[in-house]
Antibody
Framework: EVQLVESGGDWIQPGGSLRLSCAAS????????MAWVRQAPGKGLEWVSAISIGGDTTPYADSVKGRFTISRDNSKNTLYLQMSSLRAEDTAVYFC??????????????WGQGTVVTVSS | IQLTQSPSFLSASVGDRVTITCRASQGISSYLAWYQQKPGKAPKVLISAASTLQSGVPSRFSGSGSGTDFTLTISSLQPEDFATYYC?????????FGGGTKVEIK
């Protein structure tokens, strides 16, 4: 059974940094592209970033470009999101999602349960 | 690419036929997915490639469309279908979502 388990969410002050992790199991992690999606309280879904199977393609939403970095460690079956210069508007539930092989021209076929990031002074 | 969903809110009764539309600001061929999200839960994919029903999803759900105009239809609304529905395009970065359609009980 495919499982995606996010961790690392916390309350943090504006300007701070945080690293989210997503532990994957039940599939060959190194064979799939992955993504992060977030949802602010009471709002809709916002795609944040994705990473290709090889890790060489890492697009970002304009709202996080230059502040967030996505990465993957295939030896640990783990996806990461390094977040820095955090702002109040980054407050959200962060979901990791597995792409159906590649992300482009496909879809997110499995999602984690999410981890909560609260940015507030 | 912007995705505009309508309506943003829908009140319906069990047994009703429900239609949600998603319009893309430019053509995306058939590369559109539909997701269902219940409160406090992660989204779940219902339909990919505009009209391909995912395994385990009830046949009362269907999708259609291509290019810029897409539709998600629930043929006979069931109690477990009350949720928020999102469309998403994965043709071009950023992989945008529609604003969502909340389906509530009338």
């Amino acid at each position: 059974e495919v499982q995606l388990v996010e961790s690392g969410g916390d309350w943090i002050q504006p300007g701070g940094s945080l690293r989210l992790s997503c532990a994957a199991s039940g599939f060959t992690f190194s064979g799939y592209a992955m993504a992060w999606v977030r949802q602010a309280p009471g709002k809709g879904l916002e795609w944040v970033s994705a990473i290709s199977i090889g890790g060489d393609t890492t697009p970002y939403a304009d709202s996080v470009k230059g502040r967030f970095t996505i990465s993957r460690d295939n030896s640990k079956n783990t996806l990461y999101l390094q977040m820095s210069s955090l702002r109040a508007e980054d407050t959200a539930v962060y979901f990791c999602a597995k792409c159906y092989t590649h992300c482009q021209n496909n879809y997110f076929d499995k999602w984690g349960q999410g981890t909560v990031v609260t940015v507030s002074s | 690419i912007q995705l505009t969903q309508s309506p943003s809110f829908l009140s319906a009764s069990v047994g009703d036929r429900v239609t949600i539309t998603c319009r893309a600001s430019q053509g995306i061929s058939s590369y559109l997915a539909w997701y269902q999200q219940k409160p406090g839960k992660a989204p779940k994919v219902l339909i990919s490639a505009a009209s391909t029903l995912q395994s385990g999803v009830p046949s009362r759900f269907s999708g259609s469309g291509s290019g810029t105009d897409f539709t998600l239809t629930i043929s006979s609304l069931q109690p477990e279908d009350f949720a928020t529905y999102y469309c998403q395009q994965l043709t071009t970065y950023p992989f945008t979502f529609g604003g969502g359609t909340k389906v509530e009980i009338k």
